[in-house]
């Protein structure tokens, strides 16, 4: 099973909108309404920010959005603060086995 | 609320068996699955597998299928992960979590520090 494909990187501005892209293929991204996201501060486990393509768990702020279109899904982050510069991970179910992005470093401006 | 307690760092020599151990709190822990998942140093998240508290089903990473173990004991609501035959390349923090197999992972434990080295 192949990692899915996310850029390295990402930046904003205070306030601004970005968008984090995930891509992999229809044996999972695209077969299954099961993508996740996780967000990674340096030294800190992994908290999850989305799972189920666009559900946010309680305490997520609404600024964190999730979509998923064909093989692709998305995570868009509105109304940037400082907080949010963290490492993002994408995740999806494959049929019995879970692959992982390889993670996007978010810097925010 | 909510807790995972995973066991101490260890330090192992190459070929080598570690057991991490994942003790769980505050809910019931035959509700849920526990996924295992690891961070080499600098890298990504790996999945490494998944075990349902429930009934012992287990899936796991192809790449680590034959050196890879994960049980739990249900008395003491405690999950483990055994890694046999250690690398230099199985450096890494294992982190347990709650859920998984389709069910959303909303709970990690703190992380396990393994290091691999002669």
């Known amino acids: 099973q192949s990692a899915l494909t996310q850029p390295p990187s990402a930046s904003g501005s205070p306030g601004q909108s970005v968008t984090i892209s995930c891509t992999g293929t229809?044996?999972?991204?695209?077969?299954?309404?099961?993508v996740s996201w996780y967000q990674q501060h340096p030294g800190k486990a992994p908290k999850l920010m989305i799972y189920?393509?666009?559900k946010r768990p309680s305490g997520v702020p609404d600024r964190f959005s999730g979509s998923k279109s064909g093989n692709t899904a998305s995570l868009t982050v509105s109304g940037l603060q400082a907080e949010d510069e963290a490492d993002y991970y994408c995740?999806?179910?494959?049929?019995?086995?879970?692959?992982f992005g390889g993670g996007t470093k978010l810097t925010v401006l | 609320q909510v807790q995972l307690v995973q066991s101490g760092a260890e330090v192992k020599k190459p070929g080598a068996s570690v057991k991490v151990s994942c003790k769980a709190s505050?809910?019931?822990?035959?509700?849920?699955?526990i996924s295992w998942v690891r961070q080499a140093p600098g890298q990504g998240l790996e999945w490494m597998g998944w075990?349902?508290?429930?009934?012992?089903?287990?899936n796991y990473a192809q790449k680590l299928q034959g050196r890879v173990t994960m049980t739990t004991d249900t008395s003491t609501s405690t999950a483990y992960m055994e890694l046999r035959s250690l690398r230099s390349d199985d450096t890494a923090v294992y982190y347990c979590?709650?859920?998984?197999?389709?069910?959303?992972?909303?709970?990690w434990g703190q992380g396990t520090l393994v290091t691999v080295s002669s």
């Open positions: 229809s044996s999972d991204v695209g077969g299954y309404n099961y």
């Open positions: 505050g809910y019931t822990f035959t509700s849920y699955g």
């Open positions: 189920e393509v666009s």
């Open positions: 979590a709650r859920g998984g197999d389709t069910a959303m992972v909303n709970y």
């Open positions: 075990i349902s508290a429930y009934n012992g089903n287990t």
């Open positions: 995740s999806s179910y494959a049929g019995s086995q879970e692959v």
